[in-house]
């Protein structure tokens, strides 16, 4: 399918829809998890681990005179046709809007709510929790069972439309394309016990660079 559309864009598309350059790359370093256990909090550890070694491999075989770097969910159903250019325009190092899900309440209503629990701010609470862990401990988000007392892109009243984070998710991630080239990727490590997106926006802030998300700026991930 992949190549079928490369050829459709490259040479069918109309030119304001023709890329320059159009390379499919892929590496999964031969790692498989049943998509039952993709949410589950003991393989999450291994599963990001291995997401940023792929994300690593994917930026140092790709990027060449780019200005800019998007990492972009495949299981989104929805977000502005304008979004690229809109993120563009805050000029941030890296920025992330605020990715929703929608379930049904046990009311049978359609309910919207944050899907990308990995986008959040240190509070003066989570670093007490961060305060008393050990070296090698992993911090992960969105469990009942560790509270990180973090603050995700709901947590923001309406007046606060740009926000800047700690952690970022990779649902839809614009980044300035000088923040890799500098030599910032995706731990695959433990860095500051963060790996894959939220080590990468931590990384990067160690760097010097701004992180920050839109509360109100919206997409949407479709329903697991």
Same mark, same amino acid.
């Given at each position: 399918?992949?190549i079928?559309?490369?050829?459709?864009?490259?040479? %069918?598309?109309?030119?304001?829809?023709?890329?320059?350059?159009?390379?499919?790359?892929?590496?999964?370093?031969?790692?498989?998890?049943?998509?039952?256990?993709?949410?589950?909090?003991?393989?999450?550890?291994?599963?990001?681990?291995?997401?940023?070694?792929?994300? #690593?491999?994917?930026?140092? &075989?790709?990027?060449?005179?780019e200005?800019?770097?998007?990492?972009?969910?495949?299981?989104?159903?929805?977000?502005?046709?304008?979004i690229?250019?809109?993120?563009?325009?805050?000029?941030?190092?890296?920025?992330?809007? #605020?990715?929703?899900? &929608?379930?049904?309440? =046990?009311?049978?209503?359609?309910?919207?709510t944050?899907?990308? &629990? #990995?986008?959040?701010?240190?509070?003066?609470?989570?670093?007490?929790?961060?305060?008393?862990?050990?070296?090698?401990?992993?911090?992960?988000?969105?469990?009942?069972?560790?509270? !990180?007392?973090?603050?995700?892109?709901?947590?923001?009243?309406?007046?606060? !439309? =740009?926000?800047?984070?700690?952690?970022?998710?990779? !649902?839809? !991630?614009?980044?300035?394309?000088?923040?890799?080239?500098?030599?910032?990727?995706?731990?695959?490590?433990l860095? %500051?016990?963060?790996?894959?997106?939220?080590?990468?926006?931590?990384?990067?802030?160690?760097?010097g660079?701004?992180?920050?998300?839109?509360?109100?700026?919206? =997409?949407?991930?479709?329903?697991?």
């Amino acid at each position: 399918m992949l190549i079928e559309s490369r050829r459709w864009y490259q040479e %069918q598309a109309p030119p304001e829809l023709r890329f320059q350059r159009f390379d499919i790359y892929r590496q999964d370093f031969f790692y498989s998890l049943p998509r039952k256990q993709r949410h589950l909090r003991e393989k999450q550890k291994e599963r990001r681990t291995m997401m940023a070694r792929a994300r #690593n491999y994917l930026w140092t &075989r790709a990027l060449q005179n780019e200005q800019w770097v998007l990492w972009i969910d495949g299981d989104l159903e929805y977000y502005p046709p304008n979004i690229v250019r809109d993120l563009m325009a805050y000029d941030k190092d890296v920025i992330v809007p #605020n990715c929703l899900v &929608r379930r049904r309440s =046990i009311h049978s209503r359609w309910k919207h709510t944050v899907y990308d &629990r #990995n986008a959040w701010q240190e509070t003066d609470q989570s670093r007490q929790v961060i305060s008393k862990l050990k070296d090698d401990d992993f911090m992960v988000e969105g469990y009942k069972s560790l509270k !990180t007392h973090r603050r995700y892109l709901d947590h923001f009243p309406k007046n606060e !439309t =740009i926000v800047p984070l700690d952690g970022v998710g990779g !649902t839809f !991630t614009l980044v300035k394309s000088h923040v890799h080239r500098s030599g910032v990727g995706f731990p695959a490590w433990l860095f %500051q016990h963060q790996v894959e997106t939220e080590g990468f926006a931590k990384l990067a802030k160690a760097h010097g660079y701004g992180v920050y998300g839109l509360p109100y700026y919206y =997409i949407r991930h479709v329903t697991d």
